[in-house]
């Protein structure tokens, strides 16, 4: 079983700031998908950005990457120039690959609560 | 464009009551999913669909019913409603598409109280 582990109950950064989230994640797989998910007070679960672990290359998203370390299972996101809007919690997911004709199971981590401050 | 539609958006049940969760999607997406997400917690898998007539248990599916009669429609039941599924559900759905996966949509989520 994979778990995702997210220590980092609550970060606060200042607006235009840059700030790193931490992800972890424990699993037997080579091949698998990670994944992070926006949930702002709205309740709607945003997908942000995800990184296919085959390849090397750290995905990004305008103002946010990732730092993908395949080798220490860690799977960073870092948002740039931060806005007021970038408030909420970020969930990290860990997702195998899936075979044909199976679903795409995601394991979550227990989130990050994201204030952004003026 | 709709994507994944949750109803009811809140609901407050006594113990021992039953309900139906509905979702439904307009996206023709073949796989279907449910997720409770506890306070201060990630989300957890309960049930699945690859497609309609096919459901699998997800980590915690003790409690809950699924059917998928449909491509669009995969209702959520609980029967004996019990304090411990007092959460938040979500639905969510995605595409197979080949050897390549595409990411899951989720509709805003039901709040559920059970007092």
């Known amino acids: 079983a994979q778990t995702v582990t997210q220590s980092q109950p609550e970060m606060s950064v200042q607006e235009a700031e840059t700030v790193t989230l931490s992800c972890t994640y424990d699993?037997?797989?080579?091949?698998?998908?990670l994944f992070w998910y926006k949930q702002p007070p709205s309740r709607q679960m945003i997908l942000v950005i995800r990184?296919?672990?085959?390849?090397?290359q750290n995905a990004t998203e305008n103002r946010f990457s990732v730092n993908f370390q395949k080798a220490a299972k860690s799977f960073s996101l870092k948002i740039s120039d931060s806005q007021l809007g970038d408030t909420a919690m970020y969930f990290c997911?860990?997702?195998?690959?899936?075979?044909?004709?199976?679903?795409?199971?995601?394991?979550f981590g227990t989130g990050t609560r994201l204030q952004v401050t003026l | 464009n709709a994507g994944v539609t949750q109803t009811p958006k809140f609901r407050i049940l006594k113990i021992g009551q039953s309900m139906t969760l509905q979702c439904t999607q307009d996206?023709?997406?073949?796989?279907m999913y449910w997720y409770r997400q506890d306070p201060g917690m990630g989300l957890k898998l309960i049930y699945y669909?690859?497609?309609?007539?096919?459901?699998d248990k997800g980590e915690v599916p003790n409690g809950y019913n699924v059917s998928r009669s449909t491509t669009e429609d995969f209702p959520l039941r609980l029967e004996l409603a019990a304090p411990s599924q007092t959460s938040v559900y979500f639905c969510?759905?995605?595409?197979?598409?080949?050897?390549?996966?595409?990411?899951?949509?989720f509709g805003n989520g039901t709040r559920l109280t059970v007092t």
């Open positions: 969510a759905s995605s595409l197979m598409m080949g050897r390549s996966n595409s990411p899951l949509h």
């Open positions: 699993t037997s797989e080579n091949n698998y998908y």
């Open positions: 990184q296919e672990a085959y390849k090397q």
């Open positions: 997911a860990f997702m195998k690959h899936p075979n044909t004709g199976t679903a795409s199971k995601l394991t």
């Open positions: 996206m023709n997406h073949n796989y």
């Open positions: 669909s690859v497609g309609a007539g096919i459901t």
